[in-house]
């Protein structure tokens, strides 16, 4: 793989559900959003004011923690990085969704919608074969030669 980074965005983008932490709380299932062609380094969250999310990330960034395991974007990863809340209206507008308004009566004007923003600091990240007939290549080949299987990339990405 020549770039695992730049590999690890193009397939976040496609990942629909992922668990966040803050501190040393448990994991809350959230919806990650990355901004098409943003390249900006950014996850985003939408969440209600009055959420842990919402209220630790009041005062500024807290260290926080997403984990995403998504098979059909084929990518496994254990992130860290920051949360902070965010005010971008021109973000939110980016990022809200179906899913999103489900939560909100009033849409993206509903005055209990909060945005944050998760900025990846390092990751240990899987990045393996997005076919599944690769892969099953892959584990015929291992199975006749004794090699190991070529799954894909396991590594760490500081950003």
């Not at 992922?18 to 709380?25: D, Y």
């Not at 009566?105 to 209990?112: I, L, N, P, R």
Request: net charge negative; charged share 25%; proline share 4%.
């Amino acid at each position: 793989m020549d770039n695992p980074r730049d590999e690890f965005w193009d397939r976040i983008e496609d990942v629909n559900d992922g668990m966040l932490n803050i501190g040393s709380g448990s994991f809350t299932p959230m919806s990650p959003q990355v901004r098409d062609d943003a390249n900006d380094g950014k996850i985003w969250f939408i969440t209600a004011a009055g959420t842990s999310f919402a209220n630790a990330t009041q005062t500024g960034p807290v260290a926080s923690n997403l984990i995403v395991a998504d098979r059909s974007a084929a990518i496994y990863a254990d992130i860290a990085g920051t949360l902070e809340l965010s005010h971008d209206r021109e973000v939110l507008d980016e990022v809200w969704s179906v899913m999103a308004s489900a939560w909100f009566e009033e849409g993206k004007q509903d005055a209990d919608v909060r945005l944050l923003c998760f900025t990846p600091t390092q990751a240990e990240v899987s990045l393996v074969e997005e076919s599944s007939v690769r892969l099953f290549y892959e584990m015929a080949k291992a199975a006749i030669t004794g090699d190991k299987p070529d799954a894909g990339w396991q590594g760490t990405i500081t950003f």
